[in-house]
């Protein structure tokens, strides 16, 4: 195992990112990536790296505490695993708002996307791959 993923608690060689999936009044948010470059005004889910000694569910509530300004709770896995090579593997988890109101803090902006509209969303192509699960929820919403 590597140090990186010894430190992330993953599997051999793994460590994580995680995304975190904020539905309200049958909408999902996004974020507006301002880095790095490549990837500048391209939109995601908000998320980051799992630090040392976290696990994957206090790393995305302390990201979205820094990125959106929001204590929030995280909840189920949403959408597949998404690898990225060099032993990264990108996971999203549906998040639930326990209190603030989410800002750009760490984003170009924020947006909230029902089904009709998320599919005119520029997405990271790393987010992609959750784009049929994502509309399958809007869907029910
Ligand atoms: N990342 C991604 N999709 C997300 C969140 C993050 O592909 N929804 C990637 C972009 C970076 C890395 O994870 O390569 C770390 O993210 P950040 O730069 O936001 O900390």
């Known amino acids: 195992m590597s140090d990186e993923a010894a430190r992330a608690g993953g599997a051999a060689d ?17 974020a507006q990536r301002i880095r790095p470059p490549e990837l500048a005004g391209m939109w995601e889910l908000p998320g980051g790296k799992v630090e040392a000694f976290e696990t994957p569910q206090h790393a995305l509530e302390r990201e979205l505490a820094e990125e959106l300004g929001v204590v929030v709770r995280c909840g189920r ?16 988890y549906r998040v639930d708002i326990l209190a ?4 750009a803090l760490d ?29 399958t929820e809007l869907r029910r919403l």
Do not use: C, S, T
């Open 14 to 30: 793994e460590y994580e990112i995680v995304a975190g999936a904020i539905f309200r009044d049958g909408r999902l948010l996004l």
């Open 77 to 92: 896995r949403i959408g597949v695993d998404v690898a990225l090579g060099r032993g990264r593997v990108l996971r999203a």
């Open 100 to 103: 603030g109101e989410p800002a």
């Open 107 to 135: 984003h170009a902006q924020l947006a909230w996307v029902d089904a009709d509209d998320l599919e005119k969303f520029d997405m990271v192509v790393n987010d992609q791959a959750w784009i049929p699960d994502l509309l």
